[in-house]
DNA sequence: GTAACTGCAAACCTTTTGCAGCTTG
DNA sequence: CAAGCTGCAAAAGGTTTGCAGTTAC
């Protein structure tokens, strides 16, 4: 089974072109909030790709290892979101009570990153905001 | 065994006043960065006061659903943090290599959620920043 | 052909829960 | 005394791992 969307991306990085990992790379590229491994898998499932949920995960490590996603916590769930690392960088607003999660464009951060740097004397590689409240439609039913 | 140190608080907050939670709250109070369940349940330990880490959690839980503490999965272990709920508004900034968090001054975020809020029209309650990189001590040795 | 990848099942680790006994107000 | 806490042990998630078989290069 061959996938070549992705080859040249993949070997680039010394990892194997598999179509697990193109699929994979796929859907996190279509998403535009963070996804947990489940859902991942899940989404194969239903376009009748079989696979395991261990070797999602695994590849959702590597890609994380490479730099190619990150991983984060939100929601305060106990579960683990990855999304890919886009270059435009986005930060999520996420609904307390659906946990549903929005996109929010633009990042105020760069200058106050500087600063930090120079002060505390950390080589800042990147930061995460998340933003969070009731979404319109929870906002009226708040319990 | 009774413990006074925080009684009106706790019952102003429908809590009964217990050796536990008192003791909890203090080590919350006394660090300025997050702490997992484990680590509150070790420093208890230490300073040899009996206690189940199954406690700790249901008092860390109880803390959060009372607005006393924050939780949070700071620096993406599969680890729950937890923080207590200052008014004084703190952000953190975790070393990538070591975990350690320091935490930084300030926040610039007050306006930028009030046009979120009427942009989206989603009702912010908070946010949460977390900035990362290498430390001082780690910079050097980055790998 | 070989190194890398995957499926499966089991292990692991963190967090939650049921229940019985104990404490606080 | 009653309601609320806690300890203990077991269960319940989510994630990782060992191993054997398969695939990409």
Redesign the pocket.
């Known amino acids: 089974?061959?996938n070549t969307d992705n080859?040249e991306f993949f070997?680039s990085q010394g990892?194997?072109?598999?179509?697990?990992?193109n699929l994979i790379y796929e859907i996190l590229e279509q998403s535009d909030v963070p996804v947990?491994?489940?859902q991942v898998y899940l989404k194969l499932k239903e376009s009748d790709f079989?696979?395991?949920?261990?070797?999602v995960?695994?590849?959702l490590?590597i890609f994380v290892n490479k730099g190619i996603a990150l991983k984060s916590n939100i929601a305060d769930s106990?579960?683990?979101m990855f999304e890919l690392n886009r270059m435009e960088h986005k930060h999520h607003i996420v609904c307390i009570k659906c946990k549903k999660m929005f996109s929010i464009e633009g990042c105020p951060f760069d200058e106050i990153e500087k600063k930090i740097q120079s002060k505390l004397d950390f080589d800042v590689t990147g930061h995460k905001l998340e933003i969070f409240g009731y979404c319109k439609d929870c906002k009226l039913i708040k319990k």
């Open positions: 089974m061959q080859k070997t990892l194997k072109n598999t179509k697990s990992r947990t491994a489940e079989k696979i395991n949920l261990s070797t995960y695994r590849i490590e106990n579960k683990s």
